[in-house]
């Protein structure tokens, strides 16, 4: 007997089952909104592959598929943001100070050298959260600290990037 056609319903149920188990896999379980938009598009595949063919497990291997390409998507854009962007790691007040400085606050090797040797690893992982385009508050629900730690740390990040700019 032919497994039936799954319905809108169960569609969505199994692809939030796959990307779940993707995001375990890579232990990316507390990034609800990934997990969610992820679903949402692999759930889209799964509904347009049931439109043409009534095998499971041909829309099964169709939703695998595009969370494979979503994911490789989702990387190349953090990645174009992070190497483009210092923008949101240090305040207005700190940009002008170092431009009035004419120091260029946006050269990648003064900025590589400060995250590399300058920053804790708890710091150098808001940072990249910063330069991925997260908020305060969505990085401290990340990584499970309150906002005024988040913002303490950033604080603290400016002033030792400022002394770096300094000597570099």
Known sequence: MEPQPFT???????????????FIEKGLTSRHHLIEDAT???????????????????????MKDRLKTWWGRYLKEQSRRSSESTEGILDNETVRECEDRSRNIHDPEALKSFLETKLSPRQRQIANYFMAGFTQQQ?????????????????????TYRRHLNSY
Do not use: K
């Open 8 to 22: 809108p319903e169960e569609i969505y149920e199994h692809a939030r089952r796959i990307a779940m188990q993707f």
């Open 139 to 159: 990085i401290a629900e990340e990584l499970g600290m309150s906002d005024r730690t988040v913002q303490r740390e950033r604080v603290l990040m400016e002033e």
């Open 40 to 62: 949402q598009e692999i759930a889209l595949a799964g509904w347009q592959c049931s439109e043409t063919t009534d095998q499971v497990g041909c829309i099964v291997n169709r």
